[in-house]
């Protein structure tokens, strides 16, 4: 309040000063009528007020602010100064000297408001400049933003081109291999004469040529390397009496879709010569998916004992197979065994099972049931654990007939790969007999296996497995349906140590392999697996 009349008190003395500054427009919106009419257009003719833009209106009832008072203070000052500092005025025009006196003792009240108003000029400054740089700056802040913005767009417009050519590329890919696939079935249909109750044919592949050498006395097998030397019946690397080229595999096999329900198999190896397992009809089965999750087969395949044995060559992470997948049909194999039959199969995210019904298990492939007896097997694994397969598997002859004969299997695997590891194992016990003959002939076995193998690369990947098999676990005669051999009570199992690198060329279709395996036979087992031996094996394979 003390201020407000102050300054009362100074525009009433500079009312009668006359004015040396031209007048200013202001108070358009206060109306001639109003009471304040005359004092606003004076103080607007002396320059103290100002009005506000963009119409110079007064805005009357608006609070006046401290920047808005310092500013009035500051103007009325710079007039203050003006009119002391001017020369006399003529006599006409010449104040009284109590005016001037009375000017001069208001230019200290003045000076004195403006030092009670000295922060708010300051300020006023101050912040004028900082907004000018905060303007200056905003300004090439937008500036630079606009240049991000127009690149953003540039790009942006650049990848709606790339999209739209890559997806006109990928329209005119799919167009020319519908054109080719139509094609290729009109010329397959020519070429093998397929008909319309065909949907689908596949034709697929497996090539495998092996090297083998032993690098102690005895040959791959474990017999003297002399050339007519038998080889023991019971662990087989196709090495005859020395080292040795072996084409291992030549499969060709064809799939087919009948309608949408029915489909076929026959695979045939013309690497296989003979009879029996050796003949070159592998696979020949017809299926049928009955409802879903299940499908009913009936034809020749493998029975389905032991994952590695159901596994196909093409996917062994070893050259050759674990022992008990390798041996006799009569003497404790398991799997990777052919025979014809029915199979019931069951499949589901969480796992797959399934139930057969085969004339033997692999003794007779290739051939009609040679007994009264039918071999019924089945298998269950779990799948529903990230990275784990786990399963049990088994299978036993049925009939009644006598004199009883007997094919036991049993077993369990467990399996888990994740990222470059791989852990596998299988373990198996095996039961035959033949009916009628001593009950001390029957030859029960008893081992598994264990494989570790860690991938370096996607090409390179190394392999360790440990086997062991007991081929007579109660020792004594093997003879009847097995093997006709003797084996001694104890010392007669066989222990295999095998090291390997893979080197994939394209997945594990196509692939290197170098195996060195250290056959290690115990003292009375040499009828059965042959002599001691450590041998080395190369496998080049690819399949399609």
């Known amino acids: 309040m003390k201020n407000s009349f102050k300054m009362t008190c100074f525009g009433l003395s500079l009312l009668t000063l006359p004015a040396a500054m031209q007048a200013q427009e202001a108070g358009k919106d206060v109306p001639p009528n109003h009471w304040a009419y005359s004092a606003v257009q004076d103080l607007a003719k002396k320059g103290l007020i100002k009005g ?112 739209k050519d890559t997806s006109t590329a990928v329209d005119q890919a799919l167009e020319n291999l519908n054109e080719l696939r139509t094609y290729t079935n009109a010329q397959l249909a020519k070429k093998v004469g397929l008909n319309n109750g065909i949907e689908k044919l596949t034709i697929g592949g497996l090539l495998q040529g092996w090297y083998g050498a032993s690098l102690s006395g005895s040959s791959l097998n474990g017999n003297p390397t002399g050339n007519f030397s038998g080889a023991p019946v019971g662990r087989s690397f196709g090495g005859g009496v020395g080292d040795t080229f072996r084409l291992r595999r030549g499969e060709i096999n064809l799939t087919g879709t009948i309608a949408k329900s029915a489909d076929f198999r026959i695979m045939l190896d013309p690497a296989k010569t003979g009879t029996g397992a050796a003949s070159p009809l592998q696979d020949l089965w017809v299926g049928y998916n009955f409802a879903p999750h299940f499908r009913f087969e009936i034809g020749q395949q493998k029975t389905g004992l032991s994952e590695e044995g159901t596994r196909s060559s093409s996917q062994l992470l070893t ?104 852990f596998e194992a299988e373990g198996a016990y095996t039961l035959d007999y033949a009916g009628g003959s001593p009950l001390a002939n029957r030859t029960i076995g008893l081992g598994g296996y264990a494989l570790y193998a860690h991938s370096l690369s996607k090409r390179v990947q190394l392999v360790a497995r440990y086997d062991e098999w007991d081929p007579a676990v109660h020792g004594g005669v093997t003879s009847g349906l097995a093997t006709n051999l003797t084996i001694g009570a104890r010392h007669h199992n066989l222990r295999e140590y095998t090291f390997g690198v893979n080197y994939f060329l394209r997945g594990h279709n196509s692939k290197i392999q170098l195996n060195y395996i250290d056959v290690d036979t115990q003292s009375k087992g040499y009828a059965f697996f042959g002599a001691r031996r450590q041998i080395l094996l190369s496998n080049f394979q690819t399949a399609f």
């Open 319 to 422: 050259i050759e197979r674990s022992i008990m997948n390798g041996l006799p049909t009569t003497a404790g194999r398991v799997g990777d065994i052919r025979d014809t039959g029915a199979v019931l199969r069951y499949n589901h995210p969480l796992g797959y099972a399934m139930v057969g019904v085969w004339n033997d298990n692999g003794v007779t492939q290739n051939a009609v049931d040679n007994d009264r007896f039918k071999f019924a097997d089945a298998h269950a694994y779990f799948t529903g654990i990230r990275h784990l397969t786990a399963g049990i598997w088994g299978g036993t002859n049925i009939g009644d007939y006598r004199p009883r004969n007997k094919r036991d299997r049993a077993g369990a695997t467990l399996k888990w790969e994740s990222g470059p590891h791989t």
């Open 52 to 163: 506000y833009p963009p119409d110079g209106n007064f805005l009357g009832n608006r609070t006046l602010s401290r920047y808005e008072m310092a500013t009035i203070i500051e103007r009325s000052l710079g007039r203050m100064d003006e009119m002391v500092g001017q020369k006399p005025p003529a006599a006409a025009d010449r104040a009284s000297q109590a005016d001037l006196d009375a000017l001069k003792a208001s230019v200290g009240e003045i000076r004195s408001l403006v030092e009670d108003f000295k922060k708010e000029l300051l300020v006023i400054g101050t912040d004028l400049s900082k907004a000018k740089d905060d303007i200056d700056a905003l300004k090439a802040q937008m500036g630079a933003l606009s240049g991000k913005v127009n690149g953003f767009d540039d790009r942006i417009t650049a990848n709606e081109k790339g999209i």
